[in-house]
Structures are given as structure tokens and as C-alpha cells.
């Protein structure tokens, strides 16, 4: 596949060893990341082309990944529009809708997806959903190139990556969250720093795991483990006092109306 990615950062690190695990050959995929020492890491890991500029050499790309910060997303577009052929283009650019990028690019070859950082460890989900022009064997390398670093939840509507971002693009940041309250708690208590973040991370991957793999509702897992007049009926005690679910949903809730902010402010350029 004849691949390019605008930006060479964690996403694109990422993405580059995913596909390289799954048999796809990356030596022939190029990568343009203005910061030369991070062209030469991603040239020596994957065997990947390095460019500090733009040129003619994306002429040939039949996909093109955006993977840059957002607040440099209309420059970096700019920059790359004219040298491009007919490509499809993958972005995982946050909160630059797709109109916003066909308007930047002229065409609707798009592929908007959001991914977390899961995708690091190739273990990420990412939501997707595909622009009108966006052909069947095209949608088809997206999957695959977007598979490579997890799962992908493809999405009819693309107003509905603002909750995906607000669920699973920003998740990884509650559940490390979580993950600290639980670790300091278990400092306060007594134990041992690396007793405490052994016992957390524990939890929380022992826990995630039952849950997808039994399939059944969480507040039936939950149940299962509150026993009556027990130590966690104690505890979820003092979460629910403290409206600690609804608060936590209305945060989540505040994540997606920002996403949708960020997407008019994007979109006015």
C-alpha cells in the first residue's frame, strides 16, 4: 500500500507498528514530520521514508494519514493540498469535522476516526466513519490500516464522534484517574508504594477483562461483588452520598459539548 503520513508523532509511531506486526510492509510508506530526529526514529524503526518537507513524492500516495495536532491542522493541509493525487484520506485529526476537511482538501475521499492511546500498545478502539466519496475498497483499507492498532467501531453518523471522543478518546485519561485515586488510597491505608500501584493496576485490568469476557451487564458484575452489610456495599455507599456516577457522566457529557466546541471553532477557518 502507498501510504503517507502528514505528522510523525505517538499516533503515527503507533499506527507504523501495528501495521508492521500484522505483515504489511511499511518500508514502502512515507512520513513527513518537519522535527528531523523524529523522522529518523520512525526511518530506523520501520524502515519508512523521512521527509522534512512536502513535494512531489506524495503524488503517488493512495492514502494519506492525518496525524497532527489540530490547532496546526489547517496549515499542514495547506501546505500538502497541491502536491497530492486522488487519495483517500484517513484523518485522526480531533475535532476537525469532515466538511471542514473537504472544504481544506476539495473532495470527500475522507475518513474521519478517532482513536485512544490504547492504540501505543496496540490494544486501542477507535471510531470511524467514512465521507460520501469514500469508494468500498477504499473503506476497506481504512479498516485495515485502522485495525492495526485494535478495534474500530464504524459509525453512521459523524456527529457522533463527539461522544466517542468524550467516551474513548478521552477515556484512558479517567481511567488512569481512577487508577491514582485507588493507588493512593491504598498509600494512605498502609501499604508500600509498589504494593499500592501493583494492587490498582491489578484491579482495574483483572476487572476490565471479566467484564468483556463474561458479557454481562456491569451492574451485575457489580452486584456480584456487594455482599450485604460488606466492605464494598460500604464503599459504593460513600460514592453514591456523593453522586459520584452522576457527576462522573456529566463530565463526560461536558468532554463531548467541548469536542462539538472545538469543531465550530475549527470549522470557521
Given amino acids: 500500500m502507498n501510504l503517507a503520513f502528514i505528522g510523525g508523532g505517538n499516533m503515527a509511531h503507533a499506527m507504523l507498528g501495528g501495521m508492521q506486526a500484522g505483515g504489511m510492509v511499511t518500508s514502502s510508506m512515507h512520513v513527513l514530520e518537519p522535527d528531523a530526529a523524529k523522522g529518523a526514529e520512525l526511518a530506523r524503526a520501520f524502515g519508512v521514508t523521512a521527509h522534512e518537507h512536502p ?43 469532515g466538511a471542514t476537511l473537504a472544504r481544506w482538501l476539495g473532495h470527500q475521499r475522507i475518513v474521519r476516526a478517532m482513536p485512544n492511546t490504547p492504540a501505543l500498545i496496540r490494544a486501542g478502539i477507535t471510531g470511524a466513519v467514512a465521507l460520501a466519496d469514500v469508494s468500498a475498497s477504499q473503506h476497506d483499507r481504512a479498516d485495515r490500516i485502522l485495525r492495526s492498532i485494535g478495534k474500530v467501531l464504524w459509525l453512521g453518523d459523524e456527529a457522533l464522534l463527539d461522544p466517542v471522543t468524550a467516551i474513548s478518546g478521552s477515556g484512558p485519561a479517567y481511567v488512569f484517574y481512577f487508577i491514582e485515586a485507588l493507588e493512593q488510597a491504598g498509600r494512605e491505608l498502609g501499604l508500600a508504594p509498589e504494593a ?15 467484564a468483556r469476557e463474561r458479557g454481562e451487564d456491569p451492574a451485575v458484575l457489580r452486584a456480584q461483588v456487594t455482599s450485604k452489610g ?16 452522576a457527576r462522573f457522566v456529566e463530565a463526560v457529557k461536558a468532554a463531548c459539548a467541548r469536542s462539538r466546541e472545538l469543531g465550530e471553532q475549527f470549522g470557521r477557518d
Fill in 196 to 210: 499500592a500501584r501493583a494492587l490498582a493496576l491489578g484491579t482495574f485490568a483483572g476487572a476490565a477483562r471479566l
Fill in 55 to 97: 513535494g512531489n513524492w506524495l503524488q503517488a500516495a493512495e492514502v494519506i494519514v492525518l496525524a497532527i495536532k489540530p490547532q496546526y491542522a489547517r496549515e499542514a493541509v495547506a501546505d500538502v493540498v497541491t502536491f497530492l493525487g486522488a487519495p483517500l484520506v484517513v484523518s485522526i485529526i480531533a475535532g476537525v469535522r
Fill in 230 to 245: 460488606g466492605t464494598t456495599e460500604r464503599a459504593l455507599g460513600e460514592m453514591e452520598g456523593a453522586a459520584l456516577k
